[in-house]
């Protein structure tokens, strides 16, 4: 495609017009002041070149040049020198040299603003001097009338013309201006409405996130979002030592009330029990129907008698209620499993299972009931035990056959599972630290019991003995202030006191020095 020819800057093309008519102007009142004198044809043809053909080829060059505009205010400096030469060479005739520095100085200030006048003064003086140094000082001031007059209307012209060019260009710019504010309003509303548009696209992606995490009929959330949010709730419990009950209903004999009353009327069934668990669930629970007539309730930081309570009430108040039906009046209940972190499980699936085995436990029971299944406490030997909520369990073998270590023993084995029951009960942090800071003391008054009868009993490993006794109570000195600032859980504290301080000290070390408390000579039974 053909190429359209660039347009030239407005400042190149405005001078070029005014440059040719100011000079022609020029051209015209010297003609007059020098006619009938005696100027040769090469001065007539040198006034022909400046003032008619000379405007020309300033706009060639400025239309070539790399920065046209930076090289048509080079031209008008050019200019200004060039009249001076012709004033100082014509012997300063006044209205000329008046005429010619006032459209000069007038141009170069409405171009470069005042800052361009001195320099404009200095190309002017620049010019006259060079003139005079080249062909000595002539002094010529007289223009006579008709000169005088043509110069008067001249100037005037051109200055009435250059205020209507700035005020045509002021038009323009303003008009400019006017179609920029008026684009900057379109665009504005456009972008308002795009804001709009927008908020509403987001509302309506939160509308259908919303729906595709609710159950239409009752307004629950379903499945899908329940197993999302048991899973990031379930880790948020293990991360902080918190517990985690979940509580499973099935409304009983739903079947026969679709089979007598029809599908609408279990519906609005489903529909009252939606509107009491909403109404009894805190800002963090999450209420679900879990599938049919099975819903199930997530309830997070809540311990296991609280879960009871919150399942019982439950229960009995779906059992007193009438749902009305046409002319019928419709009345069941229902059974509920409760599961509770960390005792009956710690991943989804398991909690899921055991609340569900629960359940099913109270249908079999008889139904309208509230079940939970016992926390197992059935586990490994403690030497084997990794877990962080395994049960200790007291064995013949770890028997010194010294009476008061062995109670001692036997009753720091007892202070961890009551520390357990508590964590798995989910009993107050407060009550819970309370526990634990026992536990501590009992364990220091131990190790101290104990660093005194081998001591008595002369038992050669003692000093090495003490010094893991040492590093132990650190240890747990440690961890203990650790799990106070938050930066450990429940669990890893638990499995370091029962496990490593009590358990593995007593099958690792304390074996180590049995067999020499049962040697008789030493007073075994204390």
């Given at each position: 495609m053909e190429q359209k020819p660039k347009k030239k800057p407005w400042i190149v093309r405005t001078h070029y017009r005014m440059r040719a008519v100011s000079f022609a102007m020029l051209f015209a009142a010297i003609g007059l002041h020098i006619w009938g004198r005696a100027y040769g044809g090469a001065f007539w043809a040198l006034l022909a070149l400046q003032f008619l053909l000379y405007p020309h080829l300033q706009?060639?060059?400025?239309?070539?040049?790399?920065?046209?505009?930076?090289?048509e205010l080079n031209n008008l400096l050019i200019d200004s020198a060039l009249i001076g030469v012709w004033i100082a060479a014509l012997?300063?005739?006044?209205?000329?040299?008046?005429s010619a520095i006032i459209g000069t100085l007038f141009n170069n200030a409405g171009n470069r603003g005042l800052r361009g006048v001195p320099t404009a003064v200095l190309a002017?003086?620049?010019?006259m001097l060079a003139w005079i140094a080249l062909a000595g000082l002539k002094l010529s001031p007289?223009?006579?009338w008709p000169v005088t007059l043509f110069c008067i209307f001249g100037l005037t012209a051109y200055l009435l013309a250059m205020g209507n060019i700035g005020f045509v260009r002021n038009r323009e710019l303003r008009q400019i201006r006017e179609r920029l504010r008026q684009g900057e309003r379109v665009l504005l509303l456009a972008n308002e409405d795009l804001k709009s548009r927008l908020r509403e696209i987001d509302q309506l992606q939160a509308q259908l996130r919303e729906q595709a995490n609710r159950d239409p009929l009752t307004g629950l959330y379903n499945r899908r979002y329940l197993d999302n949010t048991l899973e990031r709730e379930l880790a948020r419990c293990k991360r902080e030592g918190l517990p985690l009950a979940l509580i499973m209903i099935d409304i009983d004999h739903f079947k026969r009330v679709n089979d007598a009353y029809g599908h609408q009327a279990g519906d609005e069934m489903l529909r009252q029990l939606g509107v009491i668990l909403s109404t009894m669930a805190r800002v963090e629970d999450v209420a679900c129907r879990y599938g049919g007539e099975e819903f199930l309730m997530l309830l997070p930081k809540m311990p296991l008698d609280t879960a009871l309570e919150r399942a019982e009430k439950l229960r009995a108040n779906f059992s007193e209620m009438t749902v009305p039906f046409g002319e019928f009046r419709l009345q069941t209940t229902l059974s509920i499993g409760v599961a509770i972190y960390p005792g009956h499980g710690k991943s989804a699936d398991a909690l899921v299972q055991c609340a569900d085995r629960a359940m099913y436990l109270a249908k079999h029971q008889g139904r309208n009931r509230v079940e939970v299944k016992a926390i197992n406490d059935e586990t490994r030997p403690?030497?084997?035990?990794?877990?962080a909520f395994v049960k200790l369990v007291w064995k013949d073998r770890f028997l010194s056959g010294h009476r008061v270590i062995d109670g001692q023993h036997r009753?720091?084995?007892?202070?961890?599972?009551?520390?357990?029951?508590?964590?798995?009960?989910?009993?107050?942090a407060v009550e819970m630290n309370s526990m634990i800071d026992t536990l501590m003391r009992d364990v220091v008054r131990h190790f101290h019991d104990e660093e005194a009868m081998l001591e008595v009993a002369?038992?050669?490993?003692?000093?090495e003995h003490t010094a893991v006794h040492r590093e132990l109570a650190a240890r747990a000195a440690v961890l203990v202030q650790?799990?106070?600032?938050?930066?450990?859980?429940l669990g890893e504290l638990f499995e370091f006191l029962a496990h490593d301080l009590i358990v593995k000290h007593v099958l690792n070390e304390d074996l180590r020095f049995f067999p020499f408390l049962r040697d008789p000579r030493w007073g075994a039974n204390g």
């Open positions: 706009y060639w060059r400025a239309c070539r040049a790399g920065n046209p505009v930076a090289t012997g300063f005739p006044l209205w000329i040299a008046f002017l003086s620049g010019g007289d223009t006579g403690a030497a084997e035990g990794g877990d009753a720091l084995f007892d202070s961890a599972n009551e520390l357990l029951n508590a964590i798995l009960a989910g009993r107050p002369a038992f050669s490993g003692t000093t650790r799990f106070g600032a938050g930066a450990i859980g």
